[in-house]
T-cell receptor, first 115, second 110 residues
Framework: DAGVTQSPTHLIKTRGQQVTLRCSPK?????VSWYQQALGQGPQFIFQ???????QRGNFPDRFSGHQYPNYSSELNVNALLLGDSALYLC??????????????FGEGSRLTVL | QKEVEQDPGPLSVPEGAIVSLNCTYS??????FMWYRQYSRKGPELLMY????GNKEDGRFTAQVDKSSKYISLFIRDSQPSDSATYLC??????????FGAGTTVTVRA
């Protein structure tokens, strides 16, 4: 059973560019959350998708947007990249309400470097 | 003030020692508490999950939650070199969004 898969694993962009990161949730999961983890910091919640809608959003600017597809996979898009966007971007999947029993699984992450 | 405070360490202990990790928090609405382990350049892996106050034990790991003090702990008994990692505390209220600590880096020396 595949866990949470993310792509690409590493990528390098320059300031002002746009990036798209992808996530396939664990089999049986329908909810996807995205987190940003800067070096030496804990993950910060970006947003959560369920039934193809953004359900929760953290304190991130509108440059960060997302999408969820009918097969539950998800994308994170970041426009007008800044140096400060360099981080590990983590996708986490669960069943809706699964956090109530601690069922939240993370992928390996996509490491973005902005030059 | 951050919502979740965690001493980043680093913490270095000899093999077989007890590792003690803790976090404090300010949001009294938190009721779900977790500890994740993260190896270098990997995603976090769930170790322990606790709902509300109390203790939970799983093998060599014990998690404690004291909501009255807004303080949570993780103890690792008989530590092994394979336990060397960064340990993240995380917590949530009802809206499924996790708030993480900064993580404590632990090294277990053989």
């Amino acid at each position: 059973d595949a866990g949470v898969t993310q792509s690409p694993t590493h990528l390098i962009k320059t300031r002002g560019q746009q990036v798209t990161l992808r996530c396939s949730p664990k089999s049986g999961h329908d909810t996807v959350s995205w987190y940003q983890q800067a070096l030496g910091q804990g993950p910060q919640f970006i947003f959560q998708y369920y039934e193809e809608e953004e359900r929760q959003r953290g304190n991130f600017p509108d440059r960060f947007s997302g999408h969820q597809y009918p097969n539950y996979s998800s994308e994170l898009n970041v426009n007008a990249l800044l140096l400060g966007d360099s981080a590990l971007y983590l996708c986490a999947s669960s069943s809706w309400g699964g956090l109530l029993i601690g069922e939240l699984f993370f992928g390996e992450g996509s490491r973005l470097t902005v030059l | 003030q951050k919502e979740v405070e965690q001493d980043p360490g680093p913490l270095s202990v000899p093999e077989g020692a007890i590792v003690s990790l803790n976090c404090t928090y300010s949001n009294s609405a938190f009721q779900y508490f977790m500890w994740y382990r993260q190896y270098s350049r990997k995603g976090p892996e769930l170790l322990m999950y606790t709902y509300s106050s109390g203790n939970k034990e799983d093998g060599r790991f014990t998690a404690q939650v004291d909501k009255s003090s807004k303080y949570i702990s993780l103890f690792i008994r008989d530590s092994q070199p394979s336990d060397s990692a960064t340990y993240l505390c995380a917590m949530s209220d009802d809206d499924y969004k996790l708030s993480f600590g900064a993580g404590t880096t632990v090294t277990v020396r053989a």
